[in-house]
Nanobody, 123 residues
Framework: QVQLVESGGGLVQAGGSLRVSCTASGRTLSSYAMGWFRQAPGKEREFVAAISWHGKNTYYAPSVKGRFAVSRDNAKNTVYLQMNSLKPEDTAVYYC????????????????WGQGTQVTVSS
């Protein structure tokens, strides 16, 4: 069993930056591909970014590519999402998730989820 806890969310102005983190307990994250998803009020949870277990492969949603960067530190059992040039439409609850697959964008292929952290971008 893997427990995931996100942190680092908050309120930021448009154009600003924020880094959210996801720390695991229970098992090492080095065996899992990791993903970030977000869910805005009234909308479905959508894929944001994913990273392979070794960190060599990453994948981004078109809406965040070039602005967001996913990384991981397996020694710290932590995954990060650096968000730059934030826009009001990035406002959502951000979730991290762990998958035993290689690298996936489909939320249904993730095995473990965190509780989420709120990111609010003001205009």
């Amino acid at each position: 069993q893997v427990q995931l806890v996100e942190s680092g969310g908050g309120l930021v102005q448009a154009g600003g930056s924020l880094r959210v983190s996801c720390t695991a307990s229970g098992r090492t994250l080095s065996s899992y591909a990791m993903g970030w998803f977000r869910q805005a009020p009234g909308k479905e949870r959508e894929f944001v970014a994913a990273i392979s277990w070794h960190g060599k492969n990453t994948y981004y949603a078109p809406s965040v590519k070039g602005r967001f960067a996913v990384s991981r530190d397996n020694a710290k059992n932590t995954v990060y999402l650096q968000m730059n040039s934030l826009k009001p439409e990035d406002t959502a609850v951000y979730y991290c998730a762990a998958s035993s697959r290689v690298i996936v964008t489909n939320k249904y292929e993730y095995d473990y989820w965190g509780q989420g952290t709120q990111v609010t971008v003001s205009s």
